[in-house]
T-cell receptor
Framework: DAKTTQPPSMDCAEGRAANLPCNHS???????VYWYRQIHSQGPQYIIH???NNETNEMASLIITEDRKSSTLILPHATLRDTAVYYC????????????FGKGTMLLVSP | DAGITQSPRHKVTETGTPVTLRCHQT?????MYWYRQDPGHGLRLIHY???????DKGEVSDGYSVSRSKTEDFLLTLESATSSQTSVYFC?????????????FGDGTRLSIL
């Protein structure tokens, strides 16, 4: 699976959009981009995933660049409860595929 | 939230004792997984199951065994616990094992081995 690079930490003001970047320059054409988050002492929570098109759900939007070498997770109106570690993961499509979590980005949302 | 229950949520035990952790799901998903999370290592896959009585090893399977006799239950056993197995253990489920199927996680079991 392709490796990902994320900033170790980011800050965001409550009510503002949080834009979390992820670099995956070695991604292959059959690899999906996934985002999870983990709030302290809880299990990882699935947020969103995509292959090449932008995706949106009730939690967030995922913007994947045309060359697929990077992506951005957007939380449109961050709240204090969005403070968590956010993980960007790529997964190969074919056959069984596990998740490999890196170090992620610690997002701190402040009042 | 996915219907995943892990038990116990916390356990303290001694080196050399057997320990069994249970993961119970109400989603009827085919795939179930056991991960451990340690500082500096992220989440690492221990074992996974792709059906009743069908299991396979993950990245860090030494010292662990699993069993799945029913779709809804996936057990992780430490036959003789060691201090290096002190960790937080997470169970996850998914409908299928392909990359287009997200895994959903339980709230974890914090295991301390003294």
């Amino acid at each position: 699976d392709a490796k990902t690079t994320q900033p170790p930490s980011m800050d965001c003001a409550e009510g503002r959009a949080a834009n979390l970047p992820c670099n995956h320059s070695t991604i292959s054409g059959n690899e999906y981009v996934y985002w999870y988050r983990q709030i302290h002492s809880q299990g990882p929570q699935y947020i969103i995933h995509g292959l090449k098109n932008n995706e949106t759900n009730e939690m967030a939007s995922l913007i994947i660049t045309e060359d697929r070498k990077s992506s951005t997770l957007i939380l449109p109106h961050a709240t204090l409860r969005d403070t968590a570690v956010y993980y960007c993961i790529v997964r190969v499509y074919s056959g069984y595929s596990t998740l490999t979590f890196g170090k992620g980005t610690m997002l701190l949302v402040s009042p | 939230d996915a219907g995943i229950t892990q038990s116990p949520r916390h356990k303290v035990t001694e080196t050399g004792t057997p320990v069994t952790l249970r993961c119970h799901q109400t989603e009827n998903h085919r795939y179930m997984y056991w991960y451990r999370q340690d500082p500096g290592h992220g989440l690492r896959l221990i074992h996974y199951s792709y059906g009743v009585k069908d299991t396979d090893k993950g990245e860090v399977s030494d010292g662990y065994s699993v069993s799945r006799s029913k779709t809804e239950d996936f057990l992780l056993t430490l036959e003789s616990a060691t201090s290096s197995q002190t960790s937080v253990y997470f169970c996850a489920i998914s409908e299928e094992g392909t990359a287009n199927q997200p895994q959903h996680f339980g709230d974890g079991t914090r295991l301390s081995i003294l």
